[in-house]
């Protein structure tokens, strides 16, 4: 990396012409930008502009350019992001020597998997490029048209086997992938034929099962079974497992095949909550070992509060799963109904040493304060300006200047995967000193610091959300609990599904929102910190005047949307506690959601110097 040695002074002169330098690189005048680039030399993002010209350039790059770009942005994120439209144009190209030149060992994306072993094969490694094309090969899904010619090849040399093709029919079957089975299944020789042909049928008529593949110790009749039990399980779990048994009675099952065909059976029994397979997968569970799958049963068990199933299937978890503080809590209660009260205080007592949702649950429970452990984090006044001048944090600096936070959250990624924890805790440290709270929740979150709450829960922008919260008469800790868990407080934070800002609104929501108070919208506004926090608490209030205040409810609706919600409620006979109601919500995102924003918000609370509780009493006296 170039040497950071630019006076304060020169600054301003650098930023001006890194950004002519960039607008240069956009048009394609590249005579203007050879002519700024030699007075950049010693800018922080130097390395950026040679990544965006090489980057535009990548046939005309030689593999000692290359190389040496990669030695100079090592410790950014830039080396990947070079690699792969370097590699893939070197590929599209066939420019096989070049591309091991750059790329001597496999890669990690599939498309330039199959250039590397195309490229093996070109220079003279079979073994290295037939192994390749195999692992490749034996997916459930399509591959990319980069690895056609490589299949093909591979093909041609004769080492397509049945065994080969059978491997990847399963897979495809697993995938659900009709066309690709039938692709693959015109592969396979005569002899592999009629196995085939029995798989594609249970495919379409997996009850029929029965007629169409023989009871016998083979192989492949075993896989048939296994899978086609395992894909009957999602739609008739009863039938299905009816099926399983009278094969399972007369067949040799390896462990794998034994193993698939049951856990589908007893998730799909979980999930349609059958209790006529109940009595076979309470055996199942037990000699199955799968924790997720004893979690999905304990929860059905809390549902229906049925503290005897709740009691025996903790029992089958493994040590490590009965040691998470929710288990525990569960636990407590399970002796608390038995009238085991000092069994259930003192597990209680345990629990309510966490800082988390069920600590504080416990905590309650008990009548005790919350445990907080809080930790004050300093950074040593030595250590502080030699951390400024590190070569990332220099470069996120001037990210931020150009109004590029994607990519300076990209470099502090990539410097939290090559430090230690003592370091990682010291750039929290930092970037809270900077202002840099995404970073420095990210930050004290990899170094496990999780005492460190000034680092891990930061009070941004508190003129704003105490404007909205008074506004909207909510606690301002509940609206930083949302942004902090829906954001980290990144403004400029968008989801996969499209949600959008501080607050993660989705824009349909936003536009509603903006349209009931009479407010300018945009999509692109709910990036605005002001905007979306205006959006954000006036759409939290309504989901609370919905649920007659309760928070519970609304930080669900908040996530799930109002009309999931609706239809957890239960029916007035079937109610359940404010806890059991959280535990069994049905989707574990919006489970882990309500959880969590309940905590944070207590953790808030006490950051602010205010007194809280984790529910209120409306909420632990209603039933849901």
């Known amino acids: 990396m170039p040497a950071l040695s630019l006076q304060a002074a020169e600054l301003p002169l650098a930023r001006e012409g890194y950004s002519s330098a960039i ?4 048009r394609g005048q590249w005579t203007e930008y050879q002519q700024l680039r030699p007075g950049l030399e010693e800018y922080p993002l130097a390395i950026y502009l040679d990544y965006f010209e090489l980057s535009r350039k990548t046939r005309q790059v030689r593999p000692g350019d290359a190389n040496l770009f990669l030695q100079r942005s090592q410790g950014s994120p830039l080396p990947n992001r070079f690699l792969d439209g370097y590699l893939s144009q070197a590929g599209r190209d066939g ?52 690895c056609d010619p490589l299949f093909a090849a591979w093909q041609r040399a004769g080492q397509l086997s049945d065994d080969i093709v059978w491997a990847r029919l399963l897979k495809a079957f697993e995938a659900r992938q009709r066309s690709l089975m039938n692709y693959v299944a015109r592969k396979g020789s005569d002899s592999l034929r009629p196995w085939s042909e029995r798989l594609l049928e249970v495919y379409s008529s997996p009850d029929r099962m ?31 497992l009816q099926q399983w048994l009278h094969y399972a009675g007369q067949m040799h099952f390896s462990e794998p095949q034994r193993a698939l065909a049951e856990k589908a059976l007893v998730l799909r029994s979980l999930f349609a909550r059958s209790e006529d397979n109940l009595p076979w997968v309470e055996q199942a569970l037990a000699r199955l070992g799968d924790d997720s799958l004893v979690e999905i049963r304990l929860r059905w068990a809390l549902q229906e509060q049925d503290w005897t199933a709740l009691a025996a299937n903790l029992q089958k978890l493994s040590l ?55 930790q004050v984090t300093v950074l040593a006044p030595e250590r502080a300006e030699p951390l400024r001048q590190l070569p990332v944090v220099r470069r996120i600096q001037e990210l931020y200047h150009h109004d590029e936070e994607n990519l300076a959250h990209s470099e502090w990624y990539q410097v939290l995967q090559v430090t230690t924890p003592a370091e990682q805790q010291e750039l929290a440290t930092l970037a809270s000193n ?8 990210d930050a004290a979150n990899k170094a496990q610091a999780w005492d460190a709450l000034d680092l891990r829960f930061p009070t941004p922008y508190q003129d704003t959300f105490s404007r909205h919260a008074s506004q909207r008469q909510v606690p301002v800790t509940e609206l930083m609990a949302i942004a902090r868990r829906e954001s980290a407080f990144y403004a400029g934070a968008r989801s996969p599904v499209g949600a959008r800002g501080l607050m993660q609104i989705m824009p349909a929501t936003g536009k509603q929102v903006a349209a009931q108070l009479k407010t300018s919208h945009s999509d692109q506004a709910l990036y605005d910190v002001e905007h979306n926090v205006l959006l954000g608490s006036a759409y939290y209030r309504q989901l609370l005047d919905r649920y007659g205040g309760n928070r519970v409810l609304a930080m669900a609706a908040y996530n799930a949307g109002p009309h999931r919600v609706d239809r957890w409620r239960n029916k007035p006979e079937q109610t359940v506690p404010v806890d059991v109601w959280i535990e069994t919500i049905p989707f574990r995102e919006t489970r882990n959601y309500v959880k969590a924003v309940l905590a944070y918000n207590l953790v808030f609370k006490y950051l602010l110097g205010e007194e809280g509780t984790l529910l209120t009493e409306q909420e632990r006296r209603l039933t849901y």
């Open 320 to 374: 490590e799963a009965r040691g998470d503080p929710g288990w525990r809590y569960w636990q407590a209660v399970v002796h608390e109904r038995a009238g085991e009260r000092e069994l259930a205080q003192a597990l209680l007592r345990d629990v309510a040493r966490e800082r988390d949702y069920y600590g504080f649950l416990a905590a309650e429970r008990l009548g005790q304060p919350p445990a907080f452990n809080h």
């Open 95 to 146: 420019r096989w020597r070049d591309f091991l030149a750059v790329m001597p060992t496999e890669p990690n994306s599939i498309d330039l998997k199959c250039y590397y072993f195309r490229a093996r094969l070109a220079e003279g490694d079979p073994l290295a490029a037939w192994e390749g094309a195999e692992r490749l090969w034996v997916h459930g899904e399509s591959r990319p048209k980069a």
């Open 434 to 441: 900077l202002g840099w709270h995404r970073m420095a929740i």
């Open 23 to 26: 607008r240069a690189i956009d």
């Open 210 to 240: 029965r007629g169409l593949v023989p009871a016998v110790d083979d192989p492949r009749a075993a896989d048939i079974v296994a899978y086609g039990s395992a894909y009957f399980a999602r739609y008739k779990p009863v039938p299905a």
